[in-house]
């Protein structure tokens, strides 16, 4: 006989909350400080970029200065303070939302939506797949993906899927044109400047990449999306689904309005307006965020919202967000606390003297794997690139290996442990959106990182051997 889990049980196991989690880094880190000795590179100013570089030279052990009691908890406010441009984005899109939630528009075209692609949904996958990976790799676009990924949820949960399924389709895409990045100034353009290199080269064999990504990623994504759906006993977020989802009711769909049209060309509009911007001014948060504001007012006076109404629905909305931006913020405390302590550069040193003595094609993929590390304890694309280049550049010219190469390493290394590392405050802001425990999420994306792994590392075996 089969035997069937109990799901009384399954529903009674709680998930750790991602705040504690995060928790638990901090004070693990926060005692490392004590055991890792402090090391200091000098910074010089990089006059093309903007950025400060590491002397690779100037290394030299200094004394230690692990974080007290009182400092560590100092820290947790200077990273809400460092955070905050991306804290009070979300609150405004967590107000817009909810605004254009009231007005029952978005629900309606998204019922609409499912309909249209009733017994052809597995097809939404590879279209956000590749739309988001394609906007990554041009843009450099990730943390405005979490304005979109209700959307995207709501679409996902009603087509029959699953949370997870939204999750991987957005952010697997945008990893997969972080990796494959062609003119991503925040990453290919820092790192390539600092290395010396002419601004976007070598973007064919970038576009390979990107596209072979997004290729491997969708069909395991649709894959996995097929299989709960044929099976839904096999679908391993059904038991939190049920408790937060609220799928769209498609057999009786109400017929839209003027004043509901209306709103819904706002929305979108905002949208269209944001990724135009965002490619071709260079705007960014405080820019999105403005836009989002003016969009949230004229979807109010669109539905004929009162202003006292107005700013009741648009603060609860921003309030549902309120514990996102402690996650994110708790992430930044991360950095600040090696920095201050002294431990981050020591750490950087010895991830360098690794590599040194190895042959050309094993030094790339282990540029691979130091990135990777490296990006669980510098999150930011641009502050990796800044702080790991100019110890990366000479090191690959001492071990016969391109600049263009190390550059590629960087990038793959940058993207592939955004969607694991817990100091990725983005990525668990995503999870936290969904309701996905941070366990599932691992062991769901583990197998794909195993072949992003596989794959990185052939790429940079190639890109050896063609000279790239």
Known sequence: MKCEKD????????????ILIIAIILVVVGFLTYIIPAGHFDRVLNEKTGYDTLDVDSFQFVEGQPVGFLAFFKSLTVGMQSAAPIIFFLLIIGGT????????????????????????????????????GIIS???????????????VYVVCISAGFNSMTAMAAMFCGAGAGYAGATTNAFTVGVAQTIAGLPMFSGLQYRMIIYVVLCTISSIF?????????????LNDMRDIDSKYA?????????????????????????????????????????????????????IGVCAKIKPNDFIDIFLKGASDLVWIGFIIGMCMSI????????????????????????????????????????????????GQAAVTMPFMAP??????VSRQTAVLAFQMGDAYTN??????????????????????????????????????????????SIGY
Not at 355 to 373: E, H, N, R, T, Y
Not at 395 to 400: F, H, N, V
């Open 7 to 18: 799901p009384v049980t399954l529903e009674s196991k709680q998930p750790m909350n991602p």
């Open 97 to 132: 939302f909810q605004i254009v939630e009231h007005t029952g528009a978005l629900k309606a075209s998204l019922a609409n939506m499912v309909r249209v692609l009733k017994g052809k949904e597995i097809l939404f996958i590879p279209v956000c797949v590749f739309v988001c």
């Open 137 to 151: 790799s041009t843009a450099g676009t990730w943390e405005e993906y979490l304005a979109i990924l209700p959307l």
């Open 221 to 233: 994504i649709m894959l996995y999306a097929h299989r709960i759906k044929k099976h839904p006993e």
């Open 246 to 298: 609220q799928p769209i009711d498609i057999t009786n769909i109400p017929k839209m309005t003027i004043n509901q049209k209306l709103v819904i060309v706002v929305f979108f509009a905002s949208f269209v307006v944001i990724a135009v911007s965002v490619v071709k001014f260079g705007f960014y948060m405080d820019e999105m965020a403005a836009i989002f504001l003016i969009a949230a007012l004229l």
């Open 335 to 382: 950095s600040s606390i090696m920095q201050d302590a002294g431990i981050l550069d020591t750490l950087i040193y010895y991830a360098g003297g690794l590599l040194k003595g190895l042959g050309a094609k094993a030094c790339a993929c282990g540029m691979f794997f130091v990135q990777d590390l490296l990006n669980c304890i510098i999150p930011s694309g641009s």
């Open 395 to 400: 090191l690959a010219d001492m071990t016969g």
């Open 419 to 464: 969607l694991v590392t817990p100091s990725a405050g983005d990525m668990m802001a995503a999870l936290a959106i969904c309701h996905i425990p941070y366990r599932r999420w691992l062991k769901f994306f583990a197998p794909l990182l195993a072949i992003w792994v596989v794959a990185a590392c052939i790429f940079l075996v190639v890109a050896v």
